[in-house]
């Protein structure tokens, strides 16, 4: 069998950039993904406390970060994403029922999660809490707390519900290919990876005859509270960017005053969402679609909105305007002047009733 990491270049398949690190203090896994040196990468579930160490890994594997996925929010840990985007501007994702003030990007069941070359499929698995997903790749899946080696994530905290979990578990997880690595999110035996046959087999939370059982055995952990649990929970709900940076510059935009911009020929709107949001949330008539990760090329001499700013004004927009901001600060940074962003993006859009098509 072929060990997680290893080259697949044999099978005609491109190499993967892979790699499983460790903090020893909340004994949490982070994974970083990319399909070769000198291209984009995800990283899931980052601790802030490691995030020099990240970046001095992506730096020496020549990596650009794309992508900061948490697979839920953490109560034992502080979350590495906002300081991630901070330091790489790049884009922080969550589940779309996640208490996170404000995340640049929210995923949904069924939608595929992709930077350059990798593409990961998103699973609503709630029970741990209920903004719980889990990753899924051919050969592998990442977890979060749902599903652990020989264990499970516990359900009595962060509106989390054990017949749930049940469900995730039982009718999703264990319902893809034996030989699936299992990634978790934690350990706390010096266990790395498993798989799914493992676990159905040998996972003792999962030899329960019922879901009543099951929800039986989770009600009866009595478990501490984690010890970070007062300050983690709190501090991973604001992990927004601060969009005042960019409105103190009088380079932001109210989403009810962009309306009457739409109109102007001198105006360019700029739709910086991938495909999947905008299909799901709507897209606003007339807008170029440049995604965000692309955003470097696009403003540098010669591309195209670098071109598009000879003539209009661009106002740039995203989902809850996080990835906007930062793309008027980097387009001002190359000295575009006619750069600006509505406020709040296209989740304030629609609460102004601005005009979307689907
Ligand atoms: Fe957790």
Redesign the pocket.
């Known amino acids: 069998m072929k060990e997680p990491g290893e080259p697949l270049g044999k099978l005609g398949r491109p190499k993967m950039i892979f790699r499983q690190m460790f903090d020893n203090v909340s004994s949490t896994y982070s994974y970083l993904l990319a399909s070769r040196r000198g291209g984009e990468a995800l990283i899931i579930d980052p601790v802030l406390e490691r995030v020099d160490r990240y970046i001095q890994l992506l730096n020496e594997l020549d990596l650009r970060l794309v992508k900061a996925v948490d697979t839920?929010l953490?109560?034992?840990h502080i979350t590495g994403i906002g300081a991630l985007r901070d330091r790489t501007r790049c884009i922080t994702v969550m589940g779309e029922q996640s208490k996170a003030d404000v995340v640049s990007m929210r995923v949904v069941d069924g939608e595929k999660l992709e930077i350059e070359g990798v593409g990961l499929d998103v699973i609503y698995t709630p029970g741990?809490?209920d903004d719980s997903y889990s990753f899924v790749m051919p050969d592998r899946v990442f977890t979060?707390?749902t599903l652990l080696i020989r264990g499970t994530?516990r359900t009595d905290f962060q509106n989390g519900d054990p017949r749930a979990q049940y469900e995730s578990i039982f009718q999703r997880l264990l319902k893809l290919p034996e030989e699936t690595f299992v990634f978790p999110?934690?350990d706390y035996k010096g266990d790395t990876v498993s798989t799914i046959g493992e676990e159905k087999a040998f996972n003792p939370r999962l030899q329960v005859a019922s879901v009543d059982d099951y929800i039986e055995l989770m009600n009866n952990l009595k478990l501490a509270n984690p010890k970070m649990m007062d300050i983690a929970v709190p501090a991973n709900m604001r992990v927004g960017l601060a969009q005042e940076a960019v409105a103190a510059q009088g380079w932001a935009i109210r989403p009810q005053d962009a309306f009457a911009l739409l109109a102007r020929d001198d105006v360019a709107f700029i739709d910086l969402r991938e495909q999947p949001e905008r299909l799901r949330q709507g897209e606003i008539p007339g807008a170029v679609h440049a995604p965000y990760p692309a955003l470097q090329e696009n403003i540098a001499s010669g591309g195209p909105l670098n071109e598009l700013s000879a003539t209009k004004r661009l106002v740039f927009f995203c989902a809850f305007g996080e990835r906007s901001a930062m793309a008027v600060q980097a387009a001002r940074d190359t000295g575009l002047k006619s750069a600006f962003h509505i406020e709040g993006g296209i989740d304030a859009w629609k609460k102004v009733h601005g005009p979307l098509r689907h």
Do not use: C, F, K
Request: glycine share 18%; aromatic share 0%.
């Open positions: 839920h953490h109560a034992d741990h809490t979060g707390d994530g999110a934690h």
